[in-house]
């Protein structure tokens, strides 16, 4: 007997990932605290909560650095640092896909699904849990139990990955297992199959 019954993950940080080079580039050319600035939680969480749009996130950017020209085409280029798809984490997680339902789950904004067309990952996944959509973010425990319950699982029965800790730990206080994501050796040990 298998000992999960869904593969709960995160999308940002584990199966897609971005240029960080780009974006330490983009600081470094304008000056500006760019990272910090965008990743303020008083700035993303209403925008990773459906309560504003990604554009409505990268105009509080531009005006939170000055609302300058400089500071709104350092926002421009952040919003367009590129993406991708780790491909040794989609080939794991297409594996564990044979044997039970792979549910991705969020912290995302209202573009998540024109996201998703980019990478090619419209139809990857049984279910997509956005934050956006749902009104809830990790690691608030309403998100894993609606993950849990799209997927037919039992919380206990879930395996849950992402690569940010407090969201692991908000999976495991429900009795998922839980495992934080480094690298696709981490997701690799964790899958029985």
Same mark, same amino acid.
């Given at each position: 007997? &298998? ?12 199966? *897609?990932?971005?240029? +960080? ?13 760019? /990272? %910090? ?15 504003? &749009? ?9 005006? $939170?650095?000055?609302?300058?020209? %400089?500071?709104?085409? @350092?926002?421009?280029?952040? /919003? ?18 044979? +044997?039970?339902? !792979? !549910? #991705? !789950?969020?912290?995302? /904004? ?8 980019? #990478? ?6 049984? $279910?997509?849990?956005?934050?956006? *959509?749902?009104?809830? $973010?990790?690691?608030?425990? *309403? ?35 839980? !495992? +934080?994501?480094? @690298?696709?050796?981490?997701? @690799? $040990?964790?899958?029985?199959?």
């Amino acid at each position: 007997m &298998t000992p999960f019954d869904a593969v709960l993950c995160d999308l940002d940080g584990v199966l *897609r990932q971005f240029d +960080h080079a780009v974006q330490a580039d983009i600081e470094a050319r304008y000056g500006l605290p760019l /990272m %910090r600035t965008a990743f303020d939680p008083a700035l993303i969480k209403p925008a990773i909560l459906g309560e504003t &749009t990604e554009q409505e996130w990268a105009d509080a950017i531009a005006v $939170a650095l000055g609302d300058d020209e %400089r500071a709104r085409q @350092a926002v421009a280029e952040f /919003m367009e640092v590129p993406f991708w798809v780790d491909e040794e984490v989609r080939a794991l997680l297409a594996k564990a896909q044979e +044997h039970v339902p !792979v !549910v #991705l !789950v969020t912290n995302a /904004m209202d573009t998540v699904e024109e996201h998703l067309d980019r #990478l090619g990952l419209t139809y990857f996944a049984d $279910a997509v849990i956005s934050s956006a *959509r749902v009104g809830v $973010a990790k690691p608030d425990r *309403r998100i894993y139990e609606l993950a849990a319950e799209l997927a037919g699982a039992a919380p206990e029965r879930c395996l849950f990955v992402d690569d940010r800790l407090e969201n692991v730990e908000g999976a495991r206080s429900l009795g998922m297992t839980g !495992v +934080h994501f480094r @690298a696709p050796a981490d997701l @690799a $040990a964790a899958l029985p199959w």
